[in-house]
Nanobody, 125 residues
Framework: QVQLVESGGGSVQTGGSLRLSCRASGDTGSITYKGWFRQGPGKGREAVAIIDVPYNKPLYGDSVKGRFTASQDYADNTVSLQMKALKPEDSGMYYC??????????????????WGQGTQVSVSS
């Protein structure tokens, strides 16, 4: 089992920045992919940024490329998301997610085994 605890989030105006962090505990050696999904009101869960853990390769959703940067710290099992040039459409609940398999699409939430409680991001115009 893996436990994920998010921190960060909050409210900013358009163009602002926020940083999210997620610390993993438990069987962290089994993790293959970990990162962030988000869910806006009335919308499905969307992949934001996921890191291929063994190769330390970040993968980004099209809507955030060039604005968001994901990184991981092996020492404390943390994955962070630096968000810049935020837009109102970036608002939503951001969830940290992790999985222990390489099979299946990286951006499909159904392929993730472990989830954090979520942290809210609100961007006002």
């Amino acid at each position: 089992q893996v436990q994920l605890v998010e921190s960060g989030g909050g409210s900013v105006q358009t163009g602002g920045s926020l940083r999210l962090s997620c610390r993993a505990s438990g069987d962290t050696g089994s993790i293959t992919y970990k990162g962030w999904f988000r869910q806006g009101p009335g919308k499905g869960r969307e992949a934001v940024a996921i890191i291929d853990v063994p190769y330390n390769k970040p993968l980004y959703g099209d809507s955030v490329k060039g604005r968001f940067t994901a990184s991981q710290d092996y020492a404390d099992n943390t994955v962070s998301l630096q968000m810049k040039a935020l837009k109102p459409e970036d608002s939503g609940m951001y969830y940290c997610a992790a999985r222990s398999s390489f099979s299946g699409l990286w951006d499909d939430p159904a392929n993730y085994d472990f989830w954090g409680q979520g942290t809210q991001v609100s961007v006002s115009s």
